[in-house]
Structures are given as structure tokens and as C-alpha cells.
Nanobody, 118 residues
Framework: QVQLVESGGGLVQAGGSLRLSCAASGRTFSSSAMGWFRQTPGKEREFVAAIIWSGGNTLYADSVKGRFTLSRDNAKNTVYLQMSSLKPEDTAVYYC???????????WGQGTQVTVSS
């Protein structure tokens, strides 16, 4: 089993920045990808970004490309989502995720609220 611990959510004004962190522990060798999804009430969970550990290839949703940046700390088994130029439509619960497929993860964090005010 893989455990994912998230931090960094909060309230920020439009145009501001936030940095989300997700630390993985447990059977991390079973997960080749880590990333982020987000969800608002009444909507399906949306893919945001992911990184493939082997090679460091990154994937971004069109809605965040150019504004959000994924990075990793291999020694800490941690991924970071640097969010800049935030918009009110970025408001959502953000979930860290891990698994074999970056778009169909097996493990999930508890979620952290990101609220962008205008």
C-alpha cells in the first residue's frame, strides 16, 4: 500500500501563487507515476498534472499548462505542484495520486482545498 500526504492548500487571491506538496511512503516501487487531480461539487474529477518517475516526463491539462509546474524530490519521494497566476476557476479540492498510469491512479491522498478569490 502507498500512503500519500498532502500539504500546501489554502486561500489565495487571483493572480497569486500556491505550492502543493505530496509525500509518498510505503510500497512506492509499485507506482511509476505521481500527480494531481482536482474536483468541484457536481463535477467529475479532473486530471491536472502528472510526472513519470522514469525519465521525469510531465503531463499537464490544457487548462493549467503554462501556469502550473510539477517537480520532484527523488530522495524524499515527494512531488510539488507550483501553481502561479491562479484563477477563480482553479478553485477545487486537489488530490494527490499515484499509480502505474498517470491518468488512472490506484492510490489517492485525502485532498486539500484550494480557494482562489477574485
Amino acid at each position: 500500500q502507498v500512503q500519500l500526504v498532502e500539504s500546501g492548500g489554502g486561500l489565495v487571491q487571483a493572480g497569486g501563487s500556491l505550492r502543493l506538496s505530496c509525500a509518498a511512503s510505503g510500497r512506492t516501487f509499485s507506482s511509476s507515476a505521481m500527480g494531481w487531480f482536482r474536483q468541484t461539487p457536481g463535477k467529475e474529477r479532473e486530471f491536472v498534472a502528472a510526472i513519470i518517475w522514469s525519465g521525469g516526463n510531465t503531463l499537464y491539462a490544457d487548462s493549467v499548462k503554462g501556469r502550473f509546474t510539477l517537480s520532484r524530490d527523488n530522495a524524499k519521494n515527494t512531488v510539488y505542484l507550483q501553481m502561479s497566476s491562479l484563477k477563480p476557476e482553479d478553485t477545487a479540492v486537489y488530490y494527490c495520486a499515484a499509480g502505474v498510469s498517470p491518468r488512472d491512479p490506484r492510490y489517492w491522498g485525502q485532498g486539500t482545498q484550494v480557494t482562489v478569490s477574485s
